[in-house]
T-cell receptor, first 115, second 111 residues
Framework: NAGVMQNPRHLVRRRGQEARLRCSPV?????VYWYRQLPEEGLKFMVY????????ESGMPKERFSAEFPKEGPSILRIQQVVRGDSAAYFC?????????????FGEGSWLTVV | ELKVEQNPLFLSMQEGKNYTIYCNYS?????LYWYRQDPGKSLESLFV?????AVKQEGRLMASLDTKARLSTLHITAAVHDLSATYFC???????????FGQGTRLTINP
């Protein structure tokens, strides 16, 4: 069983460009979460999605950031018009439908560098 | 707002010694997680603690949870160099739907 797959692992973007990060959850998991980790800090929750629905986006900046988890295909975190402060590691995690105290599985992360 | 605080934030210790990392959180929690992160890598799950008094052990690491004190500890016994990493605790109050992480404890174990 493959774990949470994220790509790209490393992404360099110039200021003003768009960054698109993809996440394929563990097979059978329908809950996806995105977290951001700034250098030397802990992870911060951004958004929680189920298939075709955004459940909680309270941690996501109101502008330039969007996320989706379509019926088919991976979850996408999109950052428009990137700025230097967006440079961070973005982690996707997934959990099964009925999470009864089981671990949330994290992907390997996508490291975004804005130059 | 739920807050999670770890201490110490930095810990340098010698091989063979014992030490404890503390994780305090501010409101009632359903679950508490411990993760390990190596530089440039993802998070590796270590423990999930579900109830008051829970204690779990894996190798040289042991985690415990006191929900009344809102405190979890990660105890390292007879440390070895391979345990050098950053350790995070995280607390979940909404049924595994939103984790709040501590700042992390960067552990360095010297030979």
């Amino acid at each position: 069983n493959a774990g949470v797959m994220q790509n790209p692992r490393h992404l360099v973007r110039r200021r003003g460009q768009e960054a698109r990060l993809r996440c394929s959850p563990v097979k059978g998991h329908s809950h996806v979460y995105w977290y951001r980790q700034l250098p030397e800090e802990g992870l911060k929750f951004m958004v929680y999605l189920q298939k075709e629905n955004i459940i909680d986006e309270s941690g996501m900046p109101k502008e330039r950031f969007s996320a989706e988890f379509p019926k088919e295909g991976p979850s996408i975190l999109r950052i428009q018009q990137v700025v230097r402060g967006d440079s961070a590691a973005y982690f996707c995690a997934s959990s099964p439908v009925h999470s009864s105290g089981n671990t949330i599985y994290f992907g390997e992360g996508s490291w975004l560098t804005v130059v | 707002e739920l807050k999670v605080e770890q201490n110490p934030l930095f810990l340098s210790m010698q091989e063979g010694k014992n030490y404890t990392i503390y994780c305090n959180y501010s409101t009632t929690s359903d679950r508490l997680y411990w993760y390990r992160q190596d530089p440039g890598k993802s998070l590796e799950s270590l423990f999930v603690l579900l109830s008051n008094g829970a204690v779990k052990q894996e190798g040289r690491l042991m985690a415990s949870l006191d929900t009344k004190a809102r405190l979890s500890t990660l105890h390292i016994t007879a440390a070895v160099h391979d345990l050098s990493a950053t350790y995070f605790c995280a607390v979940d109050t909404q049924g595994a739907q939103k984790l709040v992480f501590g700042q992390g404890t960067r552990l360095t174990i010297n030979p």
